[in-house]
């Protein structure tokens, strides 16, 4: 069983909307649930605000498996980066936005920058189907997440 990620997961999209007002809805976490399929909440554990240092407590869930992570806010460049890193799993998560005609491209990248935790190694291949195949599925979250993010902007 590797300690390294297969892949950086990735999707991205165009919103109609200009970078302002797409940081806007991404940086409100408490919006987030409704967009991830996984998330179930994000609670800061620090006062403060969303800023680099911040921590954060996770609350995931797939199909009757829940489990809590714990991530920590890596970069906040005002409407162009999103990153925390999840301390449980070694994944980092990322969210960079781009003008570009017509609204705003979002990328959202999933890399793991060192190795996969021995808890994400031991945890996935028992509860959620495997490393693999959970990455595959966070990669389609991770479509539905923007799909969902694009739709809140949008209206």
Do not use: C
Not at 74 to 90: I, Y
């Amino acid at each position: 069983m590797s300690d390294r990620a297969a892949r950086e997961l990735r999707a991205e999209t165009t919103i109609a909307a200009p970078p302002d007002q797409v940081w806007e809805a991404l940086t409100d976490l408490r919006r987030m649930p409704g967009w991830s399929p996984e998330l179930v909440r994000m609670v800061p554990l620090k006062p403060g605000g969303l800023k680099v240092g911040q921590h954060y407590l996770g609350l995931n869930r797939r199909k009757a498996v829940v489990w809590p992570t714990r991530s920590v806010v890596a970069a906040v460049e005002d409407g162009r980066s999103l990153a925390w890193d999840t301390r449980s799993s070694g994944a980092r998560w990322i969210y960079e936005l781009e003008p570009e005609s017509g609204g705003t491209k979002v990328v959202h990248r999933r890399p793991v920058p060192r190795r996969i935790t021995w808890l994400s190694r031991a945890f996935a291949p028992v509860f959620l189907g495997g490393n693999d195949a959970h990455a595959d599925e966070l990669e389609r979250g991770m479509s539905r997440t923007l799909e969902r993010l694009k739709a809140a902007v949008e209206s």
